[in-house]
């Protein structure tokens, strides 16, 4: 995630521009820009940082113009530095163009511009498009971003600017969000609303596949063939600080939200357009590398652990490699067994989480290879580790870790299943079931997310309640840790996650009269095990709340009440199954009147032992 702002009118664009970014920082904050047109060339001020540091400069050497666009960083292709900061310039300096998203196709594009004589200067997929837009350029710059939208592929939201034509800005969209602010002789682009808020409150929220032609005086909205759009004007209620959250109460909610987008762009470029493969441009491993990993430990805390959890049973089960799974503070104090044939997998949202990261130096110095999977780019667990595969969930600000939980998930799937092909250890067919299966995930989460009236009404019913109990059995126990957590860590309320087999061995004891019980019952192999769990609780007089899919027609005689989650593979069901779990705390909490961002005694990043 990244955030964009551009202007044209008649004021100086820079303190728009800053000022629009400030309210963007929470889309990303690893590197800030600017351009301005000043009547004669557009100046570029760009800084690896917070945004604090580009601000000084432009205040140390201010450019004096009414036209200029800006970004803040969120890094995806190249790590956070001042040339991989945008915005991004083609050869001349004569186009600028900022950007938030992921042009798939930029390798590929990269070449033949190169072939061509375009010289790059940074390692992002962004400079493809600066210079696109010079090559194609013929006196007419609306026709030279056409011809650039049509031969890029991926996810973005651009805005474009040149000395050619200062008097415009140009702008488009692609699964990432753009809003044009109207005004009187004066227009604004931003990724969001807060950045224009204080300026206007009439916008255009443009919609995919649209471009948008910005001048002092007038917006032309049209779609990439150049068809006029004709554009309701949305006009905005909230306060800015509702704005910020997208209109949503919570960050957490809108996180949750977040997840079908995240899963998706967790999983863009990374499988193959038939099925039949995942792609990891990033790791290139060989049948070799694979062949010498002996051992596979994963290091995490939190949330992070439990994804690490349900990674243990994606790796054995797929790839067929031993798995170890341990929290990071543990892992350095045991004198682990690790040597050069394992491979460390050190899991984080952050990638700064100080125990993570010292389990990952002591699993470097014990001579293990290590890999990292993280949200952060250029993050001290990205940079330690040897190799890192990214999550691209977006920044998570609220505490409860949920999009990151989920896309965790979807990269240990992608990586099992990899592992899994380079070691001939899955049948070609069950590949590509999975790889289906898994291009069906964002769509099935956006369904889950569309109702979720029943949980909340769950959450006002029991939200009073002392203690929960989650029980789940194989995946369904990994995913019944992480909602137990969930719950605690937000509504207060003490909760457990047991594998259901293991309640007979002394934790039944607790379940009496109208304890509430969590029955996760997704997992077809064990289905009539976890059924006699829930008639072990049920004969306690427990209340039951049955998790199961879409077609289990069983269930609801055996429970009090139902969550159905759509119907998808058994090694599928978690990335669905914890989105319920995560709504239940979330109403949970608010019934309870806590502060849902910002629990107590928590904090997001943990970076002390
Ligand atoms: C819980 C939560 C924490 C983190 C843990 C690790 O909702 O967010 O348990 O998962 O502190 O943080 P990262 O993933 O940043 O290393």
Redesign the pocket.
């Known amino acids: 995630m990244c955030g964009i702002v551009g202007y044209i009118g008649p004021k100086q664009a820079t303190p728009f521009l800053i000022e629009g970014l400030k309210k963007l920082e929470y889309r990303g904050y690893d590197s800030a820009g600017i351009a301005v047109f000043d009547g004669e060339k557009i100046n570029v001020d760009k800084s690896v940082g917070r945004l604090s540091i580009l601000e000084k400069k432009v205040e140390q050497h201010p450019v004096a113009g009414q036209v200029g666009i800006g970004h803040t960083r969120w890094a995806t292709h190249g790590r956070p530095s001042d040339a991989n900061s945008h915005p991004h310039t083609d050869c001349t300096g004569k186009f600028v163009v900022v950007h938030n998203g992921i042009i798939e196709n930029y390798l590929h594009l990269k070449e033949k511009l190169i072939a061509k004589g375009h010289v790059f200067k940074s390692e992002t997929d962004t400079e493809v498009v600066a210079h696109l837009v010079e090559e194609y350029y013929q006196g007419n710059f609306e026709e030279a971003v056409k011809r650039v939208l049509s031969e890029i592929e991926g996810s973005y939201a651009l805005v474009f600017l040149t000395e050619h034509e200062p008097d415009k800005i140009i702008c488009s969209k692609q699964d990432n969000p753009l809003v044009i602010g109207l005004g009187e002789g004066e227009n604004y682009i931003a990724s969001d609303i807060p950045a224009i808020i204080s300026r206007t409150r009439k916008t255009y929220i443009l919609s995919d596949g649209e471009m948008a032609v910005l001048t002092r005086d007038s917006v032309w909205v049209m779609n990439r063939q150049g068809v006029p759009v004709n554009k309701k004007v949305f006009e905005v209620h909230w306060d800015a600080e509702a704005a910020e959250k997208g209109g949503y109460e919570h960050f957490m909610i809108k996180e949750i939200y977040e997840q079908p987008k995240a899963i998706r762009e967790t999983m863009t470029g990374r499988l193959a357009k038939d099925d039949s493969a995942v792609l990891f441009d990033e790791l290139k491993w060989t049948e070799d590398d694979v062949a010498a990993i002996h051992k596979i430990v994963v290091v ?5 652990y439990h994804a690490g959890m349900v990674g243990k049973y994606y790796i054995e089960q797929l790839a067929r490699i031993p798995v170890e799974v341990d929290v990071a503070s543990e892992f350095r104090y045991r004198s682990p067994l690790v040597d050069e044939n394992t491979l460390a997998i050190v ?4 990638g ?2 100080l125990d ?1 990261l010292a389990a990952l130096k002591e699993a470097k110095r014990l001579g293990a290879r290590t890999l990292a999977i993280t949200n952060v780019v250029g993050s001290s667990i990205a940079r330690e580790a040897d190799q890192v595969v990214y999550t691209w969930a977006g920044p998570e600000i609220a ?3 949920t999009k ?1 939980y989920t896309t965790q998930l979807v990269a240990l799937l992608l990586l099992s299943l990899y592992l899994a092909g380079l070691k001939g250890a899955i049948n070609p067919d069950r590949l590509k079931e999975l790889i289906h299966g898994m291009k069906e995930l964002p769509g099935q989460a956006h369904e889950l997310l569309e109702d979720v009236q029943p949980i909340k009404a769950f959450a006002q019913q029991y939200g009073f309640c002392e203690d929960v109990f989650f029980i789940g059995r194989a995946l369904d126990y990994a995913v019944a840790l992480e909602g137990s ?2 719950l605690k ?1 937000i509504s207060y309320i003490h909760a457990e996650a047991y594998a259901a087999g293991e309640l007979k061995h002394g934790t039944l004891a607790l379940i009496i009269e109208g304890v509430p019980v969590i029955a996760l019952a997704t997992q077809r192999d064990v289905y009539e095990k976890i059924l006699s769990n829930i008639k072990e609780v049920k004969a306690r007089d427990a209340v039951v709340i049955g998790v199961a899919m879409k077609g289990d027609d069983a269930i609801a005689k055996y429970v009090d009440h139902t969550i159905l989650i759509p119907a998808t593979d058994k090694f599928l069901s978690p990335v669905l199954t914890v989105i319920p779990l995560q709504l239940l705390a979330y109403y949970a909490a608010i019934t309870r009147g806590a502060d849902v961002d910002k629990p107590r005694n928590l904090a997001k ?2 970076t002390v032992e």
Request: with cysteine; glycine share 4%; proline share 0%.
């Open positions: 995490a805390c939190g949330t992070a899991i984080s949202q952050s700064e989480t993570t505490v409860a870790s990151a957590l969930k860590e990043s943990v």
